[in-house]
């Protein structure tokens, strides 16, 4: 089940849309063959039979393969509208070689986008760091759907910008745009200057106050910004963000670096929790079907 990609050579490839539906298939191929099979994601354009409608627009062919009563569902019946919000801060471009977190977040994104198409639903793309920066409207046309492809491809092939993030204010600015009722989905790392923090719970919180949905991947490099695993030599850390720069070992401040980002990751999750916004941690050396999984997870419960 699991899909993986060299995210070194994602840059290279050139054609965002033609990996996306390649992991959307292997992905969709392995979820049927998986402890969850069975998991609706070809019936998008189907909804259970209820006793007493007319008969009219059930779908034979699928009673056929499942012994169960669906009725095709109409453009019309599609109500989900989803808004994904991409980062692309300069801490988002970490590590250097592969620009890792973004290329990971932007064909994350081309994945779910591909998947919202599947299933008829509206999509629209957001990239901001101090601001925002591309705002795309939030349609299902086949068009539309390349248009954004061609926005994440081009992400990829653009210089790290500089300057700081500004998560807080962008979601707050989003909050008060997004009109309807909608699924928000955020990669980032949220990573921000340090004095923000209460300002990114209190944006979060007002995303959940107009009624949206949210959910949240926590874009991070595991191994390097969690645990802080570096060969024990002299290093030169460059904040990305700032320009700040540090000559050290990492033994010198790997337990305390460790401890300060745990807090970091666990008051981000409790917040999180408490105004019932999915967060989900993901590794950008890991599948990306946690992802993929976490999107079909949410969609499942706006549809109950």
């Not at 081309?110 to 999509?123: E, F, W, Y």
């Not at 989003?174 to 790392?189: E, H």
Request: proline content about 4%; glycine content about 4%.
């Amino acid at each position: 089940m699991a899909q993986q990609v060299d995210l070194a050579t994602v840059r290279q490839f050139g054609n965002m849309e033609f990996l996306a539906r390649q992991l959307v298939e292997g992905f969709i191929t392995g979820l049927h063959k998986s402890p969850y099979h069975g998991f609706s994601v070809e019936f998008s354009e189907h909804r259970l039979y209820n006793s007493g409608e007319s008969t009219r627009h059930i779908d034979w062919k699928v009673f056929a393969r499942t012994d169960k009563l669906f009725v095709k569902r109409y453009e019309e019946e599609t109500n989900l509208r989803c808004h994904i919000l991409l980062d692309v801060s300069p801490s988002m471009y970490y590590p250097e070689a592969t620009n890792g977190k973004l290329t990971f977040s932007a064909l994350a994104a081309a994945a779910l986008t591909t998947m919202l198409q599947k299933q008829r639903d509206a999509v629209g793309l957001i990239t901001f760091a101090d601001k925002i920066l591309e705002q795309s409207p939030v349609k299902s046309t086949g068009s539309h759907v390349h248009t954004l492809m061609m926005t994440l491809q081009n992400l990829l092939n653009q210089p790290r910008p500089t300057g700081q993030t500004s998560v807080a204010k962008v979601l707050h600015q989003i909050a008060q745009q997004i009109p309807k009722r909608s699924l928000v989905i955020i990669f980032s790392d949220m990573f921000s200057r340090l004095e923000d923090s209460d300002a990114i719970f209190a944006a979060l919180q007002h995303l959940k106050h107009q009624n949206h949905e949210v959910l949240l991947f926590h874009v991070m490099d595991q191994k390097t910004e969690e645990a802080f695993e570096f060969s024990e030599r002299p290093y030169l850390f460059v904040d990305v963000e700032t320009g700040e720069e540090l000559k050290l070992q990492p033994s010198q401040v790997r337990e305390n670096y460790k401890a300060a980002m745990e807090t970091f990751k666990h008051g981000l999750e409790l917040k999180c929790h408490q105004y019932k916004i999915d967060f989900i941690p993901v590794d950008i050396n890991e599948p990306f079907d946690k992802v993929l999984y976490g999107y079909l997870v949410k969609r499942g419960k706006m549809r109950v």
